[in-house]
């Protein structure tokens, strides 16, 4: 088996229709089980996100991805809106840009994200939004939450000072380890990543120690232990790979 | 035509920001032959003067003393740059906002204390409740985040500032 990811079957499967539509003024066609995040990818065009990741169903809980779609108001999410027919997307407007730079400062706000001594600095995805969208400070005020780390793992540590609730923990241990450790307990603002049923990750009767969740994570919030500031450097490009071997061996 | 007076302070920060300034090395007689320094802990001025074109601010604002000197520096300045993390976010003075001002200092003065356990209560000004950016307590004109902004932005963005254009930040983040 040498086929990589990105080599996708050619001939797409039979059912598949093909929509057209125009992305930022540019005729594009794409699949119509495609998201616009998907298709705009595949044009070139790069949207910004955080909670996206290859190989992992999308959720639409960070909203960086919206898009303007011409007749109407509202703006959608584009990584779990599909395209459509005649579309006119927009992925990038003074508004658009408006909104990303709020979302980014919103989550700097709601959590406590010391860059200078986090061990994901220099390799945080948080990090890289805010540079890429021009965020060089908040105009909102920080909230500086009490939260806790649980370092009870023997391997990982679970900082709340650095999450950014995208979920991707979430769904690679339900997805593809199956272990479906992690879950969100609470809503909005309180709303927390929790191992089994909240109780400290060195308990979980269900977590396998894979290390998925901390590979995945796009900031300092799951790390391993032993790392000091700057030293966790995260790898998540093995996620296609095994999704692809999986569907492979289920056909 | 007279020279860009201009004035550098150090509020609660670990003075890196400064040392990043100076990393600039040469370079600096390019900044010194189109300013004049009319204050800063690099050199022996004692008051902050008055009519100051540009201000450099180091550091969070933590203590009533960092409060009253940022008011006391925008009233007199005319573009007020936060430079550096502290003076953008808190950054680390900031880490203690979790925690109550009596819970630290408890922690600093008696918990860690091998003699003399005691708060002082002269010459040091007292903290305020949080560590607080800069922007949050008055308007700040130019924003260079980074723990330091390397020496390299800050260069860029004084000879910008000097030339009348935006700077560039696209080298500095928040952290670096």
Known sequence: MSSRPSAKPAAPAPSSKVKTLTIDDRLVSAREDESILDAARDNGIQIPTLCNLDGLTPVGACRLCMVEVKGSSRLFASCVTMVGEGMEVVTDSERLQKYRKTIVELLFS????????????????????????????LTVPYLNPKLPVDASHERFVNDHNRCVLCQRCVRVCGEVEGAHTWDINGRGIGARVITDLNQPWGSSETCTGCGKCV????????????????????????????????????? | MSKVRLATVWLDGCSGCHMSFLDMDERILEIAARVEVVYSPLVDLKEFP????VTIVEGGVSSEEDLHKIRMVRSRTKLLIALGDCAVTSNVPG???????????????????????????????????????????????????????PADVIFGALVSLLDGTTPDLSATRFGR
């Open chain 1, 215 to 251: 590979q995945v994570c796009p900031t300092g919030a799951l790390t391993e232990k032993g790392k000091s500031v700057r030293e966790m450097s995260k790898r998540t490009r093995f996620l296609p790979y095994l999704t692809m071997m999986r569907e492979d061996r289920s056909e």
């Open chain 2, 95 to 149: 880490m203690r906002n979790t925690f109550k001002v009596d819970d630290v200092l408890k922690r600093a003065y008696f918990e860690n204390a091998d003699l003399n356990p005691q708060v002082p209560s002269e010459v040091i000004p007292r903290l305020l409740p949080r560590t607080r950016p800069v922007h949050e307590i008055v308007p700040v004109d130019v924003f260079l985040p980074g723990c330091p902004p």
């Open chain 1, 110 to 137: 709601e959590r406590n994200h010391v860059c200078a001594v986090c061990v994901s600095n220099g390799h945080c995805e948080l990090q890289n939004l805010a540079q890429l969208l021009g965020v060089t400070h």
């Open chain 2, 50 to 53: 008055a009519d100051v074109d």
